[in-house]
């Protein structure tokens, strides 16, 4: 049985579905190698406009690292493991298109570091979130020290990571966690509702908007403003810019594709 479920959508919208539910869809090494199949095959398409990640499970997305096969492993296979997932989430937020983490579930550890490398993450009201790393005496190891404190602020993720506190999607919301919770059967259908916006837009300018503002939170405000300059020129010269333009003039829906 597979352990990562891809379907390709209209607009070029892609759906990778974690498909382990009897093992709260944590990630094995097989898992792995399938998620970076799946990157390798999307990294550089044109087609690909929009990634949704979500889970088979409906109560949790990602419970993290499969700790049941970890707890076989010797000292060299757990660093080889833990580098393995470091890396493909690392893929994920290096990914040139706009993800979404449709977190239909709970999302604990390295699932929710993997929701962490996503630009956009949609919670489900009563599910549970945190990086409870702490409680066994280890840390996040998948970015999630710096990709936490990041987006909701380096007190609050303090807090968090030093607590190894869990919070409701409500709460999630509420500091800055989710973009959007919503009841739980109702986030995928939020997620797609976003992605086909997305998708409706110029493949081009998305990327360079994400490529700009990815780049920009790294360094000071005037080099980060030449960032955004350089993205916007590199816009000029393309056929989705010249559609816009006469899509407008004739007040048409404009047909972008990505050249």
């Given at each position: 049985m597979k352990s990562l479920l891809v379907e390709e959508h209209e607009q070029g919208v892609i759906l990778a579905t974690l498909n382990r539910p009897t093992k709260a869809n944590s990630l094995s090494i097989q898992l792995l190698r399938e998620l970076n199949d799946f990157l390798s095959s999307v990294e550089n398409s044109k087609q690909a406009r929009?990634?949704?990640?979500?889970?088979?499970?409906?109560?949790?997305?990602?419970a993290g690292a499969d700790l049941k096969e970890r707890n076989k492993m010797d000292e060299k296979e757990v660093r080889f493991a833990v580098q393995k997932i470091g890396m493909t989430i690392n893929r994920i937020a290096s990914l040139k298109q706009p993800t979404i983490a449709a977190m239909n579930g709970s999302a604990l550890g390295g699932g929710l570091e993997?929701?962490?490398?996503?630009?956009?993450?949609?919670?489900?009201?009563?599910?549970i979130y945190g990086l409870t790393e702490t409680s066994l005496a280890i840390i996040p190891g998948a970015g999630g020290t710096q990709r936490l404190s990041r987006l909701i602020g380096v007190g609050k993720a303090k807090e968090l990571i030093?607590?190894?506190?869990?919070?409701?999607?409500?709460?999630?919301?509420q500091i800055g966690l989710v973009e959007h919770v919503e009841k739980q059967d109702n986030v995928l259908q939020k997620a797609y509702e976003i992605a086909r916006k997305i998708a409706s837009n110029g493949p081009a300018a998305v990327r360079q908007a994400k490529r700009a503002i990815d780049l920009g939170l790294e360094v000071d405000l005037q080099t980060a403003l030449t960032i955004e300059r350089n993205a916007y020129e590199k816009l000029i010269s393309t056929k989705d810019r010249r559609e816009g333009l006469l899509a407008f003039q004739e007040k048409r829906k404009p047909n972008y594709q990505g050249e």
């Open positions: 929009v990634i949704i990640f979500t889970s088979k499970n409906s109560n949790v997305f990602c993997l929701g962490l490398a996503c630009d956009l993450r949609i919670g489900s009201e009563t599910a030093f607590t190894a506190s869990r919070v409701t999607g409500v709460e999630a919301k």
